[in-house]
């Protein structure tokens, strides 16, 4: 049973450019969160989704930032014009349906974007 | 507005010491508490989750407690090893808010030979 994937791992873009950080949740899972971890910071929570809703974005950037989980494929971060600011690991998490569930998050690898 | 506070920084401990980690919230309405590893350029690995109805838990050489009321909670590492060096987070989430959880800065554990 695969984990949860995320990719790229690494992510280099100049300033102006987009990005596009995709998970795939575990088998199972319906739910997606997108977590931040900016350098020499602790993790802070950006959005919580399942298909086709978005539950909770209080921890988006009102600009520039959006995340979709669709019915079918992968959840996407985008970041449209990046700035350096942005430079950070982003994490995917999941867990199953809340009725089903302890609500243990299980997390990816991250990917790691770099702004140039 | 819950905090979670993790206390110390960094510990640095000669292998077979136990290690005592500290982790303290502001705000007793929490869910569920996790414990998570973190190496160095990677993600997070799940060590333990408390629900807030329960006291500890208990996985192999780590045990972790909770006290809901004083918002505290304590992961245990027994006969600490070389490999359990990492930083630990330990994360809230609310009951108004499953799910979303809040996590503390971490402490960084090196178990030196």
């Known amino acids: 049973n695969a984990g949860v994937m995320q990719n790229p791992r690494h992510l280099v873009r100049r300033r102006g450019q987009e990005a596009r950080l995709r998970c795939s949740p575990m088998?199972?899972?319906?739910?997606v969160y997108w977590y931040r971890q900016l350098p020499e910071e602790g993790l802070k929570f950006m959005v919580y989704?399942?298909?086709?809703?978005?539950?909770?974005e209080s921890g988006m950037p009102k600009e520039r930032f959006s995340a979709e989980f669709p019915k079918e494929g992968p959840s996407i971060l985008r970041i449209q014009q990046v700035v350096r600011g942005d430079s950070a690991a982003y994490f995917c998490?999941?867990?199953?349906?809340?009725?089903?569930?302890?609500?243990?998050?299980?997390f990816g690898e991250g990917s790691r974007l770099t702004v140039l | 507005k819950q905090e979670v506070t993790q206390i110390p920084a960094a510990l640095s401990v000669p292998e077979g010491e136990n290690l005592v980690l500290n982790c303290s919230f502001t705000d007793s309405a929490i869910y569920n508490l996790q414990w998570f590893r973190q190496d160095p350029g990677k993600g997070l690995t799940s060590l333990l989750l408390i629900q807030s109805s329960q006291r500890e838990q208990t996985s192999g050489r780590l045990n972790a407690s909770l006290d809901k009321s004083s918002g505290r909670s304590t992961l245990y590492i027994a006969a600490s090893q070389p490999g359990d060096s990492a930083t630990y987070l330990c994360?809230?989430?609310?009951?108004?808010?499953?799910?979303?959880?809040?996590f503390g800065a971490g402490t960084q554990v090196v178990v030196t030979p």
């Open positions: 994360a809230v989430d609310g009951t108004d808010s499953w799910g979303k959880f809040q």
């Open positions: 088998k199972g899972h319906s739910h």
């Open positions: 998490a999941s867990s199953p349906a809340q009725s089903t569930n302890t609500g243990e998050l299980f």
């Open positions: 989704l399942q298909k086709e809703n978005i539950i909770d």
